[in-house]
């Protein structure tokens, strides 16, 4: 498979292919990914909650965003990479971010980097993108803003709402991102925002009209716990969980009753010299 690129990605967008993107927090999960001919793979800063079981994403650090970068970075051969600027880590300033996105890129061996926020970051994507780094843009609900939004609440729900999310997404593809994420608004919103912009939407709980979609891996392959709050967007395609957890079970009972491991899992010793050393 050819290395996707910037220009791979545009193509794509201008022929209307939809532009596949999922999250990927280490080495395996990446590899899958791009196995799986993923177009994107973004180290989200989801990986605060699926891969380092922290209540939400305003814990993890900017130096193990990196981390995780890196590892994803040596299993991703062919997709776009994507690292998502943690909070903290780029709302100061521009010049904050752009040291940050720099990291990125040296530190973290990321394509590009994604952050959060409409119209008050468009000096800030600028910026980045003037020292030639492609920016991911995120509008709509932000998780990093959950405490000033209420929640993790549906947005553009409203006339007024709808309107602050295209102004937002406008203001951001003037500002120079690349594409970007559009969260949980209602699809017939992401529908026409998407139609109203020259760059890619990636919807995630956005709906079928935007240029591509995106899904945290974990949950989309079932590899959780049963029990745990899926938002409504998620479709589980796999159950990893249930998989791992049958091939455990039964090392387990295997070690257990002394059925593995078995001679085939064993070295052998020439018969002289077991003979010799038993002596
Ligand atoms: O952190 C993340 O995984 C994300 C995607 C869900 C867009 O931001
Ligand atoms: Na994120």
Redesign the pocket.
């Known amino acids: 498979r050819k290395k996707v690129t910037i220009g791979t990605l545009r193509a794509m967008h201008k022929r209307g292919e939809p532009i596949t993107m999922i ?1 990927a927090h280490d080495f395996p999960s990446a590899h899958v990914a791009d196995a799986a001919g993923m177009d994107m793979v ?1 180290v ?3 990986l605060a909650m699926v891969a380092l079981g922290m209540e939400d994403t305003s814990e993890v650090l900017l130096e193990e965003m990196l981390l995780h970068c890196r590892s994803v970075a040596r299993a991703t051969r062919a997709a776009f990479t994507v690292g ?1 600027l943690p909070m903290g880590s780029y709302e100061i300033a521009p010049e904050q971010a752009l040291e940050t996105a720099i990291r990125f890129v040296k530190e973290g061996r990321m394509q590009g980097v994604k952050l959060e926020g409409g119209k008050e970051m468009a000096p800030t994507i600028a910026k980045i993108t003037q020292a030639g780094i492609p920016v991911l843009g ?1 509008v709509g609900l932000t998780p990093q803003r959950q405490n000033a939004l209420g929640g993790f609440r549906v947005q553009g729900k409203t006339s007024d709402g709808a309107m602050k999310v295209l102004e937002d997404a406008l203001a951001i593809q003037e500002a120079g991102c690349f594409a970007m ?1 559009l ?1 949980a608004v209602p699809a017939e919103v992401a529908s026409i925002i998407t139609e109203k912009l020259s760059v890619p939407t990636i919807g ?1 709980g956005a709906g079928n009209g935007c240029s591509g979609q ?1 899904l ?1 891996q974990v949950d989309m392959t079932g590899n959780f716990p049963p029990g745990r709050f899926l938002p409504k967007f998620v479709k589980k395609y796999g159950d990893v969980w249930s998989e791992s957890l049958r091939a455990i079970e039964t090392y387990r009972d295997e070690v257990k009753s002394r059925q593995y491991p078995a001679p085939e899992h064993t070295y052998p010793i020439p018969k002289d010299q077991l003979e010799a050393f038993a002596e």
Request: no cysteine; net charge negative.
């Open positions: 999250t973004l989200g800063d989801s998502d995120h994420v969260e995630i995106v945290v």
